[in-house]
Structures are given as C-alpha cells and as structure tokens.
C-alpha cells in the first residue's frame, strides 16, 4: 500500500511549473489532433473541429493552475498588515454612498452645523 502512494504521488501536480508542463503537453496534442481533423474533414468542419481541440488547452489549463496553490514569498512583509491606501485629494469631488435611513431624508436634512 506504501509503494502505491509513492507511485501516485509522481503524478500530482504540485507547483505551478509542473501545471505549465503539463498544458504545454495537452496544447501540444491538442494542435496535432487539430491538423488530424482539418486532413480528415476539409472545410468549415475541419476547423470548428480544430478550434474545438484549442479551445479545450484554455479550459483544462485554467482548471489545473486554479488547482495548484501560488507559492507563497519567502518574506511575508512580517506579521503586519498593509496599511490602507488613503483617497487622493481628488478624489473628494466624487459622490459617495449614502448611509441613509428609510424615507426620503434629503442631504441638507442630515447636516449638523
């Protein structure tokens, strides 16, 4: 049982590098079954087919880096958080969301001098 965990783990992908290794080899096979369909079927059938086999490397290959965790930094910054960026100055001419309570309380009704 030992000796096939060991078997399967050489086939997890684990970092990023083995995820592009691996989608370079689906675009690979996915090109040559490409220029397969496009002898096999002339015309627009050929190539829907074609770009039916492309298409595919897009989708398996999102799936595969979605699947693989980023690698992490060596240094974190720390335990600190970043501190938030602070709006420009002009920025303060644009509307803002109104906290506002139900009814139709006007801007002016709300101001406190």
Known sequence: MAMLKKIARLFTIKTRLEAWLVIYAIALGAVERGRH???TYP???GWLLAVACTGVVFLAGGKLLDSVR???PALAGGPYRVP???RAVTDRNRP???LTRRGSESRTSRRRD
């Open 37 to 39: 369909y496009l002898d």
């Open 43 to 45: 015309g627009w059938g």
């Open 70 to 72: 980023p690698v992490e």
């Open 84 to 86: 938030l960026r602070r």
């Open 96 to 98: 803002t969301r109104l």
